[in-house]
Nanobody
Framework: LSSAAGVWGGLVQPGGSLRLSCAVS????????IGWFRQVPGKVREGISC????????YYADSVKGRFTISRDNAKNTVYLQMNSLKPEDTAVYYCATDVGSYYRADYCSGFTYYRMTHWGKGTQVTVSS
């Protein structure tokens, strides 16, 4: 399993939008959960969103709910995180990840955690500043 994250520009003004992408290789992403995490230096890694496989449930942390949206493009084997109404406190390194144990579990994201993830993409710096 392998994955990677990309971003269309890492610097955005408060109130702006940005989309992160996680291109997956080595497995069919639609069969597995994909999670998005972020981390600020000196703080714990925060799970902010999760998409369960096979059109299953989704999860959003309270800090991003209503502003961020996770989505999939199965033809491209890619998962996206659309970030709207960005705030300075959204500044962090963002990671996508998956768990081999999430295979075909439509309810996986009801209980996802950092410790369950087995494969990680490279971090992407997102800076929200005017």
């Amino acid at each position: 399993l392998s994955s990677a994250a990309g971003v269309w520009g890492g610097l955005v003004q408060p109130g702006g939008s940005l989309r992160l992408s996680c291109a997956v290789s080595g497995f069919t992403a639609d069969y597995y959960a994909i999670g998005w995490f972020r981390q600020v230096p000196g703080k714990v890694r925060e799970g902010i969103s999760c998409s369960s496989p096979s059109d299953g449930n989704t999860y959003y942390a309270d800090s991003v709910k209503g502003r961020f949206t996770i989505s999939r493009d199965n033809a491209k084997n890619t998962v996206y995180l659309q970030m709207n109404s960005l705030k300075p406190e959204d500044t962090a390194v963002y990671y996508c990840a998956t768990d081999v144990g999430s295979y075909y579990r439509a309810d996986y994201c009801s209980g996802f955690t950092y410790y369950r993830m087995t494969h990680w993409g490279k971090g992407t710096q997102v800076t929200v500043s005017s």
